[in-house]
């Protein structure tokens, strides 16, 4: 039996947290290079976009994330 490490336990908590992580750590980067936009809007969608590549065990599409200019 294969068991997915990211769904596997507690309701997908440890899924929660590695992309809480991900997430805090991707937004502080796109701070530091000047993204402009809703500060709400970029961390939902980096929520969105890092949970989907979490999932996937890939990464994130290219240009996911280009309405937010810099």
Same mark, same amino acid.
């Given at each position: 039996?294969? &068991?997915?490490?990211?769904?596997?336990?507690?309701?997908?908590?440890?899924?929660?947290? /590695?992309?809480?992580?991900?997430?805090?750590?991707?937004?502080? &980067?796109?701070?530091?290079?000047?993204?402009?936009?809703?500060? /709400?809007?970029?961390?939902?969608?980096?929520?969105? &976009?890092?949970?989907?590549? &979490?999932?996937?065990?890939?990464?994130?599409?290219?240009?996911?994330?280009?309405?937010?200019?810099?």
């Amino acid at each position: 039996m294969n &068991v997915n490490p990211l769904t596997a336990g507690a309701g997908g908590s440890w899924l929660a947290s /590695i992309t809480a992580t991900l997430t805090d750590a991707a937004y502080a &980067v796109a701070l530091r290079h000047g993204v402009s936009g809703s500060w /709400i809007d970029l961390q939902l969608e980096l929520w969105r &976009v890092l949970t989907e590549a &979490v999932e996937s065990g890939g990464s994130p599409p290219a240009g996911c994330l280009d309405e937010f200019d810099a």
